[in-house]
Each structure stands twice: as structure tokens, then as C-alpha cells.
């Protein structure tokens, strides 16, 4: 068989430009036409093209291809590699002898060698860092807004250009121009992580922004995260300082093979822009006469008021600009060795929405409906006199006909737009993003055509990687909605809603979401990254707090208290990434993270190992729980803790014994028992029911192994599905629960019952808010109430992905797609039909290549197409009850219909 590999991949990384990897792992994926051939790589061997020589890593007898140790020297900062993968394979036997001979009998044919995969290096050392922090040097009133500044430097190159790279980062949000050109595509960059920690930077090919002659590189900057309003009850100012500079570094190599290198320094200027103000949270103001040319001096407002900086005109970032009103800026050192290069992709634009429908709303203003819950912002296209000003107000939900902006709190979500006159004019927002379905248009200069105003979703760029679909269009909508509702929170961390004044990375919403993030969206280096950010967090005895990055939360938030579900997040969120990814380095860095947390469990829970003491927040939004009180559950909140101290403990061992720290996975492994044995003790009846009958208790007890005798599992299974069925089927599980209730539901023989719990519309259920016309996951069961009007709880989010948790059921039960081994080298084929489901389908884009599985039910018996790539195999689980063994390649089976 012809066997072909794709171009190797670096880490996580989707473009290896400026990677902070020195031995950046590699990947690679096989195809070729399977057959019956059980074909399997033997051996492979890398060629590095490094400074005009090629070389090669010779044959390296080993079955691995995904994350492989990089088998060369190390990179140093800059270096550019080319790299190239073939492989040997042969049917299935050979690879057991493999070590034993060299024989290309026994290693089998070797492909040709891949296409290219290029790496390069960023600044790998501090001392790589000739930039200094560079900002305005004018006065301002910390307390108040502040107008944003611009930034440039002009300078002269003498000769043609080869190459350039520009290395950046700011203490706040930046966009680099440079000859009157953006640089790059990314959004609310540099990003959010704990600042004085990591720091992150983006590196650019900047080569076509530069000319021989006069050049110009310029910066917008804006408050972001840094020093902007943000936070609870009305937010906080100055989080990490007060004071906005840029930090870039532009190398540039001339035709002649000389180099220059314009960094940040003494010799940039600042001066004010088009924006008047912009914050996350409350929105941006633009002026478009400032870039008009008409000479006009805008206010500069608090920020500007009495220091005679004047606004910059048109072509402030090209050469050849009246640069007379720019002032010197102030520069300072800064701490290179906080600076890192990203582990996952930038925000960026990834989609644009025109409006469904454009009305009038009672109060006389045009809404526009996007069909769609989503975050970003809107982008216009507006003809009009100069000077008129059109506002656009963002929100997720109408009520009695207007823009509802009761559940985004303390967040204005308002851009002004000011025209400049004479032509079309184009204009989206820079330094903000807004949560929102619904938008309120004010001002607009005569009519509203089609095109003009657009809405850009922005979020994590990850690649997609999962699709599911089903016969019933209802639960292919709800799955629609977890996809919306991850893209509308995963926007630089895991935050929480997109909407209000929080946004916050809440540990415990990920930590049960993130098997379906981990299906959906490649999302292994933006969580490796922010799972570094929790590291950084966490206190010395092991705390990890309730969000990360952590910022000022209230007597509820602050100071940091351990709690069960939200801790937890150190330990099994960097499984799932192994799991799910094949990713052993994950457990290896977070693995003193991981430790702390345990180590902390088992010290507040003392020699009797229940976890019973404390502040928990338990079965967060349980349906039950009032408005005014969502940590007021049905299940007793110390049995989730010590169930979860449990869990987490279980798998810590586990971890440990990945990495081969035999010690600790059997002294982790020992206290994972004792826990189970106390769990048991107190919280278990002799019939299998449970102290807290409840349906996150059974469903916790259940699906974290806590019940000591098949007679209890069947109990507590018995009893999960009772309740369920008296309560009509209505879902009773909070964010505890809801991940696992299905699956709980389903190993205890109730499959039909979970289909029931996953089918019903009356509230609170998931297709309640799908057949309430729901286009995301919302925060609350009833975040909308069955009369229509919204849920009085201060915390009211439309979009909110923890509930969407059961979308990881879907695939592995519903459609029947499951990892069997780490990075989905083996697969668990199991489709379970039911519900009155005629058909469903699962497709997942694995490490190893395209992993599906679609079933239909057709005259009495069951289907099922099954897909495998090249390097990986697996077992298909029919409901008749045969285990049928699956190799690569596409296969068709038939059994009787259950």
C-alpha cells in the first residue's frame, strides 16, 4: 500500500512562527488506502534543513507520531528550520520486533518524505529583549477613564529588505501599524494572563510591511485587561498597573545581510487618535474627524485635559506625517524574563452575521437580530453629515420589545460612532468585545440597507475538530448552541459569559466542560497555557483559586477558600488534555499544581478523609436552588466535595503512574481508597441509596466508582432513574451534576431514561431552552422563566457553557465515538440507540487523522459506518452484544435494531 504523511506539526502550536519551544515536539499523520492491511509505522526519520544544510535524524525505531521528541539540536532564538518526516510501516506484527533487528524486511516500505513543516523560533532568552517599555509621559487621573494613546518612531533603511520579524507585547491591548498598514489579524492582544508572571508576546513577519527609505511603525493601545474598569460590583481600575507602554522589537535583515533592529526607547512619540475611550466591558468611542485631515482638535478629555498633546491626523503610522504635536514618551526596564511566546492561537475574527430581521422597537429604535448569541462586535458601513454620532447597544435578550440590558449588570456594551462626512465611511470597534444576539441602532444617518451593519464573531482561533448530528433537529440545535456558547467564551482564557461585567476564567466551569471542549475545538494549547496561569495562582498550600487570572471578587471571591469542583480543575483538567490529546507533557507541567491541590484535600479532610468542613459551593445552580441563592442545592455539599476529593485523588495516581512516579501513584492510589471507603461509610445505605437522595449525589457516586458492591451501583442506579422519572424527566443536577448524569444514568442499564432527560422540554431541561428559541447554552436553567420574562437572579447569563457538558455524551453514547487510549490511538466504537433516534453521527479530527462513526436504524436492524486513520485501531461495541475488533479504513456493519 501507498502510504503518505502530512507535513509534521510543532507542539500545539497551528503556525510555528516565534514558538517559545526550544525542542519543539513533533506530529505527523498517516493516510493511504488501509484496506484489510493492519498497517502500523515502524520507524520514521526527521530531516532538518537548518542554515542552508540538510541533515537527517537517521531511522528511529519507534511506533510514536504524535507529540515526539524533537531529535536534533535545539533551537536557538530566530532560527528558521524546515523539517521533513518519512516513515517505514508494515502489517501489524512487525512492530514487535522492531528493537530487536534493523532489517527493512521487518521495519517494511518507506513512504516518501512529507512536505515541509517550518519552525521558527522567538526570542528563547531574556537577554534576546533590547526593548524597553515605552509609554506617554503626560499626566493622567488614575481613578478616571483615559483617553488611549498612540505610539510611533520613524526610521530610514538603507538598502532593500530580506526579512523582518516583529516581536511585541504591551502593558495593556495593542495594534501595530506599520507604513499605514495593520500588522497581523489577531484581536486583544497580547491577551490575558497573570501579568507579572507571563507576559505574553506575538512575533510577525512584518517583510512586505517594510521598503528601502523613510518607514514608520505605530501602535494603538488601550486599557484592556491591564488597567482597565473590570470586575464585580462596579470593577476595579489599575489591576496591574497604571500606566499603558508598548513593548516591541523590530528585527530587520537587509539584502546586503546586514541587520537593524528599531525597538522601543527613548526616541518614540505619543500622542492621542480617534479614540476617545474604550474598556471590555462598557464599550469604544471613535471620532472619525480626528482622521479626516480637516485639522479639528478633538477633546481629549480627562486624560488630555491642560497637557497640549494634539490628535494625530491622517497617516500618523506612514511616513511623510506632521508628527509636530507627538511628545517624547517615558520609557523604563522591564522584566524580560516574564515574557512568553504563546502556546495557542490569537483571538480573531472567525465568522460575520447580517441581521435575520431589522424592526423598530416600541421606543422608536432600529433592532437589529442576528438570529445568533455570539461575542465580538459589529462592524458599519454609514454614509452621513459630519459630526453625526451613531451609538450601537448590545444585548442577548429582548423584553417587552426593547434591548434588555438588566443581565449585562454593571457593562454599558455601547459604541459611539462619530462620521466624518463627504463618503462611505467603515468602522468596527478595536479594544472591546460585547456578548450579544441583539443590537440597538441610534443616530443612523438615513436608510439601513443590507451589508451595512454586520456583526464579527471573535473568538480563540482553535481549529475545529468535532461534529455531531442526529435525526432530531432539536438536538442538533442544543449541540449547536455548546459550540456557540464555547466560541463565545473561549476568547483569550475560559471565561464565563461574554456578556456582563465579569469574564472571568472560572475553574470549576471548564474543569466539567472540558471532555466536549476537547471533542470540538483544538483547544489543547490555549488551556496548556491557561492551565500555567492557574499554576501561577495557586497559593502555597495548594489553593487554586475559584477564577484565574485571579482579580479582586468581593467578600463572596476574595480572599481565595479552597472548594471542591472549581479546585479540581489542576488535576483533571490536565487528564482530560492527555486524554483527549495524548499529551503526556500537560501531566508533567501541571503535576506539582496537581499535587498541591491533593495534598491540600487530604489536609483539610485530616484522618477521617471526608471533605465535610468549610465554605463549598456544591452543586452550583442546581434548578432548585432560589435566585438569590445558587449554591442552595439539594445535594449535600460536602458529599460533593468528598466525592471529588475522591476523584481527583484517583487521578492524580493515575498521573503520577503516566509519568512514572512509581512512589507517589502508589501512595496517591492508597489515600484515593481511603477516601472511597469514607464516602462509603458515611454517605452510602446498604441498599445503594444515599444520605443526600438527589440526582448529582447518585450520579457523582455512580460515575466516580464510589459505590463498594455491584448491588449498591444497581441501587444508586435504580434510584437515579426513580427520580428522574418522578420528576417528569426534568433535569435536578447543577454544575456538579450535569456532566455526569447521563453517563450515570447509562451505566447503570437507564439508557432510555437518559434519553428521556436528554429529550424532555419542559423547564428546567436542555431542549427547554432550545424550544425557547436558545442559540447557546445559558447559565441558568430557567434563565429565561415559561412565561417568558427573565430570571430575577443577579446572575443571568444567556451564554455560558457549563450545562452544555452533556454535549460529551452525545458523542460517545449517542453517536458512540469514545478515546480508548490517550490521543485516540485506540477508539471505543458503542453507539446506544434510543429515544426514538433513527440516526446519529460523530466525527472527530484526532491527533492520528479523522476518527467517525455514523448509525441508522432502517427494516428492523441497525447500521453503523466506521472510520479509522492509519496508526490507530479499535473495538466497536454493538448493542446485540458482540465486540467486534476494527482496523484502518472504512468498515459497514449490520445488527438487529434493540
Not at 501599524?177 to 505574553?200: H, M, Q
Not at 506632521?322 to 492561537?345: E, K, M, R, Y
Not at 449541540?479 to 482564557?493: A, C, K, L, Q, T
Not at 477564577?547 to 471542591?564: C, L
Amino acid at each position: 500500500m501507498t502510504v503518505s504523511i502530512t507535513a509534521p506539526t510543532f507542539e500545539h502550536h497551528r503556525d510555528a512562527l516565534g514558538i517559545g519551544e526550544a525542542e519543539p515536539r513533533l506530529s505527523w499523520k498517516a493516510s493511504g488506502d488501509a484496506g484489510d492491511n493492519e498497517w502500523v509505522q515502524t520507524a520514521y526519520e526527521v530531516s532538518f534543513e537548518r542554515g542552508g544544510e540538510v541533515h537527517s535524524s537517521g531511522r528511529i525505531v519507534s511506533g510514536e507520531q504524535v507529540l515526539v521528541a524533537w531529535p536534533d539540536a535545539p533551537l536557538t532564538s530566530r532560527e528558521r528550520v524546515a523539517v521533513r518526516v518519512r516513515v517505514w510501516g508494515a502489517g501489524a506484527g512487525a512492530a514487535d520486533s522492531t528493537a530487536a533487528t534493523t532489517s527493512d524486511t521487518v521495519f517494511g516500505a518507506v513512504s516518501e518524505w512529507s512536505e515541509q513543516g517550518v519552525v521558527e523560533a522567538g526570542l528563547l532568552q531574556p537577554g534576546d529583549w533590547s526593548a524597553l517599555a515605552a509609554g506617554p509621559a503626560w499626566a493622567e487621573d488614575d481613578a478616571a477613564d483615559r483617553r488611549p494613546p498612540l505610539l510611533r518612531r520613524e526610521f530610514t533603511l538603507d538598502a532593500g529588505v530580506a526579512s523582518a520579524r516583529l516581536y511585541v507585547t504591551a502593558h495593556g491591548l495593542y495594534e501595530v501599524e506599520i507604513n499605514g498598514k495593520r500588522v497581523g489579524d489577531d484581536a486583544l492582544s497580547p491577551g490575558w494572563t497573570v501579568y507579572g508572571e507571563r507576559l505574553r508576546y506575538y512575533t510577525y513577519d512584518v517583510t512586505a510591511h517594510l521598503a528601502s527609505g523613510a518607514n514608520v511603525i505605530g501602535s494603538w493601545l488601550a486599557d484592556g485587561w491591564f488597567r482597565g474598569r473590570y470586575g464585580f460590583n462596579g470593577g476595579h481600575r489599575n489591576l496591574y498597573g497604571t500606566e499603558l507602554a508598548l513593548i516591541a522589537q523590530l528585527e530587520v535583515t537587509l539584502d546586503d545581510g546586514r541587520t537593524v533592529t528599531v525597538a522601543t526607547d527613548a526616541d518614540w512619540q505619543a500622542g492621542f487618535g480617534p479614540i476617545g475611550f474604550t474598556e471590555l466591558y462598557d464599550g469604544e468611542t471613535f471620532d472619525a474627524r480626528v482622521t479626516a485631515g480637516s485639522g479639528d482638535v478633538v477633546e481629549a478629555g480627562a486624560a488630555g485635559a491642560g497637557n497640549g498633546v494634539e490628535v494625530a491626523g491622517p497617516g500618523w503610522s506612514s511616513p511623510g506625517f506632521d508628527a509636530s504635536g507627538f511628545t517624547p514618551v517615558v520609557v523604563s526596564p522591564h522584566d524580560a524574563t516574564v515574557l512568553i511566546a504563546p502556546q495557542g492561537p490569537p483571538v480573531r475574527s472567525t465568522e460575520e452575521l447580517e441581521p435575520v430581521s431589522v424592526t423598530s422597537s416600541p421606543s422608536g429604535a432600529t433592532l437589529l437580530d442576528f438570529g445568533q448569541n455570539l461575542s465580538g462586535r459589529l462592524s458599519i458601513r454609514v454614509r452621513g453629515e459630519r459630526g453625526q454620532t451613531v451609538t450601537l447597544r448590545h444585548a442577548e435578550v429582548l423584553h417587552d420589545g426593547e434591548l434588555y440590558t438588566r443581565p449585562l449588570r454593571g457593562a454599558a456594551a455601547t459604541d459611539r460612532y462619530t462620521l466624518a462626512g463627504g463618503g462611505e465611511e467603515v468602522w468596527e470597534p478595536r479594544f472591546t468585545i460585547h456578548g450579544f444576539r441583539y443590537a440597538e441602532v441610534t443616530g443612523w444617518p438615513g436608510e439601513l440597507r443590507p451589508g451595512d451593519i454586520v456583526a464579527r464573531v471573535y473568538h480563540t482561533d482553535m481549529a475545529r475538530t468535532g461534529w455531531f448530528e442526529s435525526s432530531d433537529p432539536l438536538v442538533n440545535r442544543l449541540h449547536e448552541n455548546v459550540r456557540w456558547s464555547m466560541r463565545g467564551n473561549f476568547v483569550d482564557i475560559p471565561t464565563d459569559c461574554p456578556q456582563r461585567d465579569e469574564r472571568l476564567g472560572w475553574t470549576g466551569d471548564i474543569q466539567v466542560f472540558a471532555p466536549t471542549a476537547s471533542f470540538l475545538y483544538d483547544c489543547s494549547g490555549m488551556l496548556g497555557s491557561w492551565l500555567r496561569d492557574v499554576a501561577a495562582e495557586q497559593l502555597p498550600d495548594g489553593t487554586v483559586p475559584w477564577y484565574v487570572p485571579v482579580i479582586p471578587g468581593g467578600e463572596m471571591w476574595t480572599p481565595i477558600r479552597p472548594g471542591a469542583v472549581w479546585g479540581d480543575v489542576a488535576v483533571l483538567t490536565p487528564w482530560v488534555l492527555y486524554e483527549r490529546f495524548g499529551d503526556t507533557g500537560i501531566l508533567a507541567a501541571q503535576y506539582e499544581s496537581a499535587k498541591g491541590w491533593v495534598d491540600l484535600m487530604e489536609s483539610l479532610a485530616g484522618p477521617s478523609r471526608l471533605w465535610n468542613t468549610g465554605f463549598q459551593l456544591g452543586d452550583w445552580l442546581d434548578p432548585a436552588a432560589p435566585p438569590e441563592d445558587p449554591a442552595d442545592a439539594l445535594t449535600d455539599r460536602y458529599l460533593v466535595a468528598t466525592a471529588y476529593f475522591a476523584w481527583s485523588t484517583l487521578h492524580l495516581a493515575r498521573s503520577a503512574e503516566v509519568l512514572g512516579l512509581t512512589a507517589d501513584a502508589a501512595r496517591y492510589f492508597a489515600l484515593a481508597a481511603e477516601v472511597r471507603a469514607a464516602f462509603a461509610a458515611e454517605y452510602v445505605l446498604p441498599d445503594g441509596r444515599l444520605t443526600s437522595d438527589a440526582q448529582t449525589a447518585y450520579a457523582l457516586a455512580i460515575e466516580f466508582d464510589l459505590l463498594p458492591t455491584p448491588a449498591q451501583v444497581a441501587g444508586a442506579g435504580a434510584r437515579l432513574a426513580s427520580l428522574v422519572e418522578t420528576a417528569g424527566n426534568r433535569i435536578a443536577t447543577g454544575f456538579a451534576g450535569t456532566n455526569v448524569v447521563s453517563d450515570a444514568l447509562t451505566s447503570t442499564g437507564g439508557v432510555e431514561r437518559a434519553y428521556a432527560l436528554l429529550l424532555e422540554q419542559e423547564c428546567p431541561s436542555w431542549l427547554y431552552t432550545v424550544a425557547s428559541g436558545a442559540t447557546t447554552i445559558w447559565e441558568r436553567w430557567d434563565s429565561q422563566l415559561p412565561d417568558g420574562t427573565i430570571n430575577p437572579g443577579e446572575m443571568t447569563s444567556f451564554n455560558h457553557y457549563a450545562l452544555g457538558a452533556v454535549a460529551d455524551w452525545l458523542h460517545r453514547v449517542v453517536a458512540g465515538l469514545a478515546p480508548a487510549s490517550p490521543g485516540y490511538r485506540t477508539v471505543a466504537f458503542a453507539p446506544r440507540p434510543g429515544g426514538g433516534l433513527t440516526s446519529a453521527s460523530a466525527r472527530h479530527e484526532s491527533p492520528y487523522g479523522t476518527v467517525s462513526i455514523a448509525w441508522r436504524v432502517g427494516g428492523g436492524s441497525l447500521t453503523v459506518d466506521v472510520s479509522l486513520p492509519l496508526g490507530t485501531t479499535g473495538t466497536l461495541e454493538l448493542p446485540d452484544g458482540r465486540l467486534l475488533a476494527v482496523g484502518p479504513g472504512a468498515h459497514t456493519f449490520t445488527s438487529a435494531a434493540a
